[in-house]
């Protein structure tokens, strides 16, 4: 199985200021159609996960600008430019090239 | 709107079996992969399944096949997880999350709010 392997677990943040997190794969996640199928969740306190980002970089709708995903082969990286108060909670990367569909253990961002 | 609703979780005894289901609305629910996610207390999100649009193809984690079956019934909208030989770590909730496109099993646009399942005797 891919091991997603997220860090840090926990994130203090400043309002206004900028946060970053890293998740890494066991192995590549470009698939054989050439597509990178890595994603990004959050999920905030009492919620159920939201996507944010799919294939590495594309925001979902509604999602706001301030978020951004970058990376490729088995590195990859999900930046708030800002954090708002909004934005705490559990965030979670998850693979979607190889079988069984793996997440990342969580990083819980703080304020 | 887009809304999947989860039901059927509650509590069982160990070796027990419950089924949940997932009501769509909103979309049309025949044109999206579909599958079952849960979330042990204070811990995170494992796949636990993944079912095609026309329900012809299905996929399981190593840590439910033989005792999960997931299905679907496109007429009506919902999606179902029939879980047999309950143990006491499958106590989760249960989220339903889907995606659009036949075949696009790797990623989950959508999720319901999820059912709470606890095993225990």
């Known amino acids: 199985d891919v091991v997603m392997t997220q860090s840090p677990l926990s994130l203090p943040v400043t309002l206004g200021q900028p946060a970053s997190i890293s998740c890494r794969s066991s192995?590549?996640?470009?698939?054989?159609?050439?597509?990178?199928?890595l994603n990004w969740f959050q999920q905030r306190p009492g919620q159920s996960p939201r996507r944010l980002i799919y294939?590495?970089?594309n925001r979902d709708s509604g999602v706001p600008d301030r978020f951004s995903g970058s990376g490729s082969g088995t590195d990859f990286t999900l930046k708030i430019s800002r954090v708002e108060a909004e934005d705490v909670g559990v965030y979670y990367c998850?693979?979607?090239?190889?079988?069984?569909?793996?997440f990342g253990g969580g990083t819980k961002v703080e304020i | 709107e887009v809304r999947l609703v989860e039901s059927g979780g509650g509590l069982v005894q160990p070796g027990g079996s419950l089924r949940l289901s997932c009501a769509a609305s909103?979309?049309?629910?025949?044109?999206?992969?579909m599958g079952w996610v849960r979330q042990a207390p204070g811990k995170g999100l494992e796949w636990l399944s993944t079912?095609?649009?026309?329900?012809?193809?299905?996929f399981y984690a190593d840590s439910v096949k033989g005792r999960f079956t997931i299905s679907r019934d496109n007429s009506k909208s919902t999606l179902y997880l029939q879980m047999n030989s309950l143990r006491a770590d499958d106590t989760a909730v249960y989220f339903c999350?889907?995606?659009?496109?036949?075949?696009?099993?790797?990623?989950?646009?959508?999720w319901g709010q999820g059912t709470m399942v606890t095993v225990s005797s």
């Open positions: 998850m693979q979607g090239t190889h079988w069984p569909l793996t």
């Open positions: 079912i095609s649009s026309s329900g012809g193809s299905t």
């Open positions: 192995q590549s996640l470009v698939s054989s159609d050439g597509n990178t199928y």
């Open positions: 294939k590495v970089s």
């Open positions: 909103g979309f049309t629910f025949s044109t999206y992969v």
């Open positions: 999350a889907g995606n659009p496109g036949y075949t696009n099993y790797e990623s989950f646009e959508i």
